[in-house]
């Protein structure tokens, strides 16, 4: 399995402190998240949320949401699956995108590049 990286530059659009945006993460194989990291442009606002999704209508599923503007080195990503009682039965298990990894930015300032998002996967 090959090693995949992507940037994802978001720009934000809209008045300050509601400003919103996002990208896409197109060139990545589908396959284990190993990390995601989070580098925010200078003066954003701490409202500011970023959200890295993967999949699409209701197979949607969110890899990590995190509310500030103090960067995220590059970080593992985990996922504490369910068993049929309900209850959380593996956990720490790396997460596997499920088609596109979507970045999605609210609650901000419009700024150009206001976040870039470091995305790695190990694909087939």
Known sequence: MAN???RVAV???GAAGS???DGEASALPEGEVLGIG???AAGLPGTTVVTVSTGVGSAKKQLLSKTGNTNLPVTS???TPLGPDGLASTPNVRAITAGPITVAVTG???VDSAVMVDVL???D
Do not use: K
């Open 11 to 13: 720009t934000t659009t």
């Open 77 to 79: 990503v985990v996922e």
């Open 4 to 6: 995949a990286y992507e």
């Open 121 to 123: 996967v190990r694909g």
């Open 108 to 110: 901000t300032n419009a």
């Open 19 to 21: 400003a919103a945006g």
């Open 38 to 40: 989070i580098e925010y």
